[in-house]
C-alpha cells in the first residue's frame, strides 16, 4: 500500500547486518497472522529470562519452531547462560540449546566474571554446535554500573574475541548503561562509545519507545536495537522508515532549558548559537576556565541537550552540537 512514499530498508533482506530489531518474548500467545505481518521487521526472538531452564523440551521445541517457520532466528537470554556457567554445566547447556534448535547463545557477566581465556572457551564451544554467539557488557542493577571506560575495555576484549556487535546492557531502562535515571539517554556516553567504534558495533537496549526513536534519529535506520518488545515492532519500524516522528506519539521528554547553575546555562546558549563548536572555542567566546567548561559540558551531555561529536576537520578535536526536537 503506497509503496511508492515508504522508503526502503537498506539491508531488505535478512539476515541483517545494520538496522537489527531484537524482539523479547514475553510469553505472547501464538497469533501467526500477526506474526505474519510482523516477521519481515524482526531479526531475532530472544526467549525471555530463565524460561529455556524451566519449560519443557516440548513447548519449548514448539515455541522455536513457530519463528523459524517465520525466518526468524531465536536465543536464549543471558539469565540462563549465566546460570549454567554458575553451575558449571556450560557445555550441557550449549548442547541442549543446539538440541533444541536455538540459533544463538546470549552471554553477559551479571552474576558472573569471566576472564578472556573462560570468553574464549565459551566462544570455542558455542561454534563448534554451530551456534551465535552474542556477548552483553553492563550491569542489570542501577547501584552497580560500569564506567563507561570499564565498558569500553569489555566491548574491546569482546572484539578481540572476534565479536562483531556487542549488546549494550538496559535492563528496564532505568539508570543503567547509556540511560539515566530518568530513562533518557546519555549522549555523552553514547558518544563515547561511539567515537571509538563504529555504531554498528552495538546493539542497543531500548525498552522504551522514547529510547528506540531518540536512537533512531541519532543513528538512522541501521541502529541496532534490543529488548523491543511485540506492541512496540511496528513504531520501531515506522521510525526507521520514516513514516513516523516521535512527536507523533506526543512521549517526548527533551528540556528546553538546562538545569544547574549559570556556567552551564551559558555554554549551553553558546553552543546552541554557534554550532558546531570546539572546546577551546567555548572557553574563548565564554572566558571561563577549562575546567568550569569542561564540568558545563558534562553537566549538559548528561542532561541529554547536547552531544558530542569528532572534529571532521581535526580527527583529534571534539565539537558539540544541541539536540534538537525535531531529531526526536
Same mark, same amino acid.
Given at each position: 500500500?503506497?509503496?511508492?512514499?515508504?522508503?526502503?530498508?537498506?539491508?531488505?533482506?535478512?539476515?541483517?547486518?545494520?538496522?537489527?530489531? &531484537?524482539?523479547?518474548?514475553?510469553?505472547?500467545?501464538?497469533?501467526?497472522?500477526?506474526?505474519?505481518?510482523?516477521?519481515?521487521? /524482526?531479526?531475532?526472538?530472544?526467549?525471555?529470562?530463565?524460561?529455556?531452564?524451566?519449560?519443557?523440551?516440548?513447548?519449548?521445541?514448539?515455541?522455536?519452531?513457530?519463528?523459524?517457520?517465520?525466518?526468524?532466528?531465536?536465543?536464549?537470554?543471558?539469565?540462563?547462560?549465566?546460570?549454567?556457567?554458575?553451575?558449571?554445566?556450560?557445555?550441557?547447556?550449549?548442547?541442549?540449546?543446539?538440541?533444541?534448535?536455538?540459533?544463538?547463545?546470549?552471554?553477559?557477566?551479571?552474576?558472573?566474571?569471566?576472564?578472556?581465556?573462560?570468553?574464549?572457551?565459551? =566462544?570455542?564451544?558455542?561454534?563448534?554446535?554451530?551456534?551465535?554467539?552474542?556477548?552483553? /557488557?553492563?550491569?542489570?542493577?542501577?547501584?552497580?554500573?560500569?564506567?563507561?571506560?570499564?565498558?569500553?575495555?569489555?566491548?574491546?576484549?569482546?572484539?578481540?574475541?572476534?565479536?562483531?556487535?556487542?549488546?549494550?546492557?538496559?535492563?528496564?531502562?532505568?539508570?543503567?548503561?547509556?540511560?539515566?535515571? =530518568?530513562? =533518557?539517554?546519555?549522549?555523552?556516553? /553514547?558518544?563515547?562509545?561511539?567515537?571509538?567504534?563504529?555504531?554498528?558495533?552495538?546493539?542497543?537496549?531500548? @525498552?522504551?519507545?522514547?529510547?528506540?526513536?531518540?536512537?533512531?534519529?541519532?543513528?538512522?535506520?541501521?541502529?541496532?536495537?534490543?529488548?523491543?518488545?511485540?506492541?512496540?515492532?511496528?513504531?520501531?519500524?515506522?521510525?526507521?522508515?520514516?513514516?513516523?516522528?516521535?512527536?507523533?506519539?506526543?512521549?517526548?521528554?527533551?528540556?528546553?532549558? @538546562?538545569?544547574?547553575? @549559570?556556567?552551564?546555562?551559558?555554554? +549551553? &546558549?553558546?553552543?546552541?548559537?554557534?554550532?558546531?563548536?570546539?572546546?577551546?572555542?567555548?572557553?574563548?567566546?565564554? +572566558?571561563?576556565?577549562?575546567?568550569?567548561?569542561?564540568?558545563?559540558?558534562?553537566?549538559?551531555?548528561?542532561?541529554?541537550?547536547?552531544?558530542?561529536?569528532?572534529?571532521?576537520?581535526?580527527?583529534?578535536?571534539?565539537?558539540?552540537? @544541541?539536540?534538537?526536537?525535531?531529531?526526536?
Amino acid at each position: 500500500m503506497l509503496d511508492d512514499l515508504v522508503k526502503n530498508r537498506v539491508d531488505a533482506k535478512k539476515p541483517r547486518k545494520e538496522g537489527l530489531t &531484537y524482539v523479547v518474548d514475553r510469553l505472547e500467545s501464538y497469533n501467526k497472522e500477526n506474526w505474519e505481518l510482523l516477521s519481515s521487521f /524482526v531479526d531475532v526472538v530472544k526467549i525471555n529470562g530463565a524460561l529455556p531452564l524451566l519449560a519443557s523440551e516440548q513447548s519449548l521445541i514448539k515455541k522455536i519452531k513457530f519463528y523459524h517457520d517465520l525466518g526468524i532466528l531465536v536465543s536464549t537470554g543471558h539469565i540462563s547462560t549465566e546460570y549454567s556457567i554458575a553451575q558449571n554445566s556450560f557445555e550441557r547447556y550449549a548442547k541442549e540449546a543446539a538440541k533444541l534448535e536455538f540459533d544463538v547463545i546470549e552471554i553477559g557477566e551479571n552474576i558472573v566474571d569471566l576472564s578472556a581465556e573462560r570468553k574464549k572457551k565459551i =566462544n570455542e564451544t558455542i561454534l563448534s554446535l554451530e551456534l551465535e554467539s552474542q556477548w552483553k /557488557v553492563g550491569k542489570r542493577d542501577p547501584r552497580h554500573q560500569l564506567t563507561v571506560e570499564d565498558t569500553l575495555s569489555k566491548v574491546e576484549e569482546l572484539v578481540s574475541l572476534g565479536s562483531k556487535k556487542v549488546i549494550v546492557e538496559a535492563n528496564q531502562g532505568f539508570g543503567v548503561g547509556i540511560y539515566d535515571e =530518568n530513562g =533518557n539517554v546519555k549522549w555523552g556516553s /553514547v558518544a563515547t562509545l561511539t567515537n571509538k567504534y563504529p555504531p554498528n558495533t552495538f546493539i542497543f537496549e531500548a @525498552p522504551l519507545e522514547t529510547q528506540q526513536f531518540a536512537l533512531i534519529a541519532e543513528f538512522g535506520e541501521r541502529v541496532n536495537l534490543s529488548e523491543v518488545y511485540v506492541d512496540s515492532i511496528i513504531s520501531v519500524e515506522s521510525e526507521r522508515r520514516g513514516i513516523l516522528s516521535k512527536s507523533a506519539f506526543t512521549t517526548v521528554n527533551l528540556r528546553e532549558e @538546562p538545569e544547574g547553575g @549559570p556556567a552551564a546555562k551559558f555554554i +549551553y &546558549y553558546i553552543i546552541k548559537t554557534k554550532f558546531p563548536i570546539e572546546q577551546s572555542d567555548l572557553m574563548n567566546l565564554s +572566558y571561563l576556565p577549562r575546567r568550569t567548561v569542561q564540568s558545563a559540558i558534562e553537566d549538559l551531555k548528561n542532561q541529554g541537550l547536547i552531544i558530542e561529536r569528532t572534529s571532521l576537520n581535526d580527527a583529534r578535536k571534539r565539537v558539540y552540537y @544541541p539536540i534538537k526536537s525535531e531529531w526526536l
